[in-house]
C-alpha cells in the first residue's frame, strides 16, 4: 500500500487543520491506520489510531479531545481533523498503514508494527 498525505500548512493557535492520507496500490487488503508526528530533534509519537473498520479508535493523551481520525474505505483515505492547535503540534506528520492477514478490530501504537509510511507533511502552529 502506497500513501500519499496532504493537508498541512501554517495556523495559529486555536486554529484547525485538516490532514488526509490517500492509498493506493493493494487497497483491497485490510489495513489498520495511524498518524504519528515528528518534531524538530524528537522521535516518532504515535497520535491516532483506527482499525480497518472504523470502529475501533485510539489517541495520545496530548491530543485527546482536540484530534478526530476516520476513514473511508471506499476512498481509500483515512483523515485526521486537528482543532485548537497549540504551538507544541508543531512536527511533521505521517500516516502510515498496516498491512492485516484478515480484517480486524485492533488498532496500533507502535510505529515499528507499520509497514507503510507516507511522506509527511509539515504543520507549524504559531503563538
Known amino acids: 500500500v502506497q500513501l500519499q498525505a496532504s493537508g498541512g500548512g501554517s495556523v495559529q493557535a486555536g486554529g484547525s487543520l485538516r490532514l488526509s492520507c490517500a492509498a493506493s496500490g493493494r487497497t483491497g487488503s485490510n489495513y489498520a491506520q495511524g498518524w504519528f508526528r515528528q518534531a524538530p530533534g524528537k522521535e516518532h509519537e504515535f497520535i491516532a489510531g483506527i482499525s480497518w473498520s472504523g470502529g475501533f479508535l485510539d489517541y495520545a493523551d496530548s491530543v485527546k479531545g482536540r484530534f478526530t481520525i476516520s476513514r473511508d474505505n471506499a476512498k481509500n483515505t483515512v483523515s485526521l481533523q486537528m482543532n485548537s492547535l497549540k504551538p507544541e503540534d508543531t512536527a511533521v506528520y505521517f500516516c502510515?498503514?498496516?498491512?492485516?492477514?484478515?480484517?480486524?478490530?485492533?488498532?496500533?501504537?507502535?510505529?515499528?508494527?507499520?509497514?507503510?509510511w507516507g511522506q509527511g507533511t509539515l504543520v507549524t502552529v504559531s503563538s
Open positions: 502510515a498503514a498496516r498491512v492485516l492477514p484478515s480484517r480486524g478490530n485492533s488498532v496500533y501504537t507502535s510505529a515499528g508494527l507499520y509497514n507503510s
